[in-house]
């Protein structure tokens, strides 16, 4: 559901290659739709980032686009990632055409559009490397504290939680519970916990650990809502058709 790929060129929206197909998946089985993203520095059309748009102008590309995007589902998309990426790692706002042109405030404008579209879906903003704590971590508390003193609905926030063998943070339960203090929801939405290949027994049962100490972590807090996994495959088994 990224911008490239459902508004290719400016006011033309297409969502029939994969989108629609996702979401009458969900539909049919009765399952929460995670909408992953609405603004995002990357994945981007040229039209967007080479445009030339100046503070008005971006505003309304970007107001349209979501309110597009979240009418073609609404109601039917549990949890919207408004925003994706807007931190730099240093927990510092990340330059892009949206920051660069418009400033913090996009953040405000984005989420108060999406609330307006679809006032019934959770707005999550989403990033990576705020598992632990750390000065991204610190950065997301502040920038949530400051837009939410705003009045701005931002609802979640969606850790990514790309990990690595061995390397999870000891203070996920510390941090995500300072980020649960904000008055917001937690989640986590791209979980994978990456390891050298090929694998060894040694690094799969540490992978084994990592995994359990990240869901125990989430399953300690409250209002963390669930666990989207990355990564995942469905693969035949050879003695069955069936696949796992």
């Not at 061995?166 to 510390?174: A, E, F, I, K, S």
Request: glycine letters at 6%; a neutral charge.
């Amino acid at each position: 559901m990224k911008w490239d790929s459902l508004e290719q060129t400016q006011g033309n929206f297409d969502t029939s290659l994969w989108a629609d197909r996702v979401v009458n998946i969900t539909q049919l089985n009765n399952m929460y739709l995670r909408g992953h993203t609405l603004v995002w520095h990357s994945q981007l059309p040229s039209w967007v980032t080479s445009g030339g748009f100046n503070n008005a102008s971006l505003i309304s590309v970007m107001q349209n686009h979501i309110t597009n995007v979240m009418a073609k589902w609404k109601g039917k998309v549990y949890i919207w990632d408004v925003c994706n990426e807007v931190l730099a790692d240093d927990g510092s706002m990340r330059s892009s055409v949206f920051y660069n042109t418009i400033g913090e405030y996009f953040i405000d404008i984005a989420f108060n559009t999406a609330k307006v579209a679809d006032p019934n879906a959770i707005l999550a903003i989403n990033d990576y490397n705020i598992d632990g704590t750390g000065s991204k971590s610190t950065g997301m508390t502040n920038l949530v504290t400051r837009v939410k003193a705003r009045g701005v609905p931002i609802e979640q926030i969606g850790i990514q939680a790309h990990l690595i063998v061995g390397q999870v943070p000891t203070t996920l339960t510390t941090n995500w519970n300072a980020f649960a203090n904000l008055g917001v929801s937690i989640a986590i939405t791209e979980l994978d916990i990456r390891m050298p290949t090929p694998a060894t027994s040694a690094n799969l049962a540490q992978q084994a650990t990592d995994y359990t100490n990240v869901i125990n972590a989430c399953l300690s807090i409250s209002k963390c809502m669930g666990i989207t996994f990355w990564g995942l495959r469905f693969v035949k088994l050879a003695s069955s058709n069936t696949g796992y």
